[in-house]
């Protein structure tokens, strides 16, 4: 199985200021035949489904603040939040979907300073 | 657009059986794999079962082996997961999930409780 480890468990970042996450996988999830990363990025608040920010590592979901990035190839990527807005306070969690089974990274708490 | 609709959650108690279902539409449902993934209380997610498009192949996590049966009828768009033998543990929500056209999509999830 691949394994995802994310990185910080948890950070507090004021009003305005970037947060940075980052995913690192035990084996590359990208596939060379379309050079595409099988890597998604969810936002999850309290009592509420996963919502997808960013998918094949980079491509932000329809509807998704600019705010929000993805960046990263093979085994590490980062989701970047640029400006961080107090409706940002969730749980973050990275996705390989590249091979089953699928495997999340432990998710990353986001808090305002 | 894609849309996934679980239901069939509750309360049951342990060593009891629930039949999970997920409807799915906005997508042709029988060209793509599907997944059930979970999620405990306070916790974290957790891939449980795939399917392939035609049914012929399925897969589970170890925690629920033998005792969760996946399964899919193409005509009817619906995605079901069969749990038997059900223990506190599995106490969690459950969603169903596929990967169309490269773009991972969920359902709202049905919570499923184990409990006496």
């Known amino acids: 199985d691949i394994v995802m480890t994310q990185s910080p468990d948890s950070l507090a970042v004021s009003l305005g200021e970037r947060a940075t996450i980052n995913c690192k996988s035990s084996?590359?999830?990208?596939?060379?035949?379309?050079?595409?990363?099988?890597l998604g990025w969810y936002q999850q608040k309290p009592g509420q489904p996963p919502k997808l920010l960013i998918y094949?590592?980079?491509t932000r979901e329809s509807g998704v603040p600019d705010r929000f990035s993805g960046s990263g190839s093979a085994t590490d990527f980062t989701l970047t939040i640029s400006s961080l807005q107090a409706e940002d306070v969730a749980v973050y969690y990275c996705?390989?979907?590249?091979?089953?089974?699928?495997?999340f990274g432990q998710g990353t708490k986001v808090e305002i300073k | 657009e894609v849309q996934l609709v679980e239901s069939g959650g509750g309360l049951v108690q342990p060593g009891g059986s629930l039949r999970l279902s997920c409807a799915a539409s906005g997508f042709t449902f029988s060209s793509y794999w599907m997944h059930w993934v979970r999620q405990a209380p306070g916790k974290g997610l957790v891939w449980v079962s795939r399917?392939?498009?035609?049914?012929?192949?399925?897969g589970y996590a170890d925690s629920v082996k033998g005792r969760f049966t996946i399964s899919r009828d193409n005509a009817k768009n619906t995605l079901y997961l069969q749990m038997n033998s059900l223990r506190a543990e599995d106490t969690a929500v459950y969603y169903c999930s596929s990967v169309v056209t490269g773009i991972p999509g969920w359902g709202q999830g049905t919570l499923v409780t184990v409990s006496s």
């Open positions: 399917i392939t498009s035609d049914g012929s192949s399925t």
């Open positions: 094949w590592a980079s």
């Open positions: 996705h390989q979907y590249y091979s089953t089974p699928w495997t």
């Open positions: 084996q590359s999830v990208s596939y060379s035949s379309n050079n595409k990363n099988y």
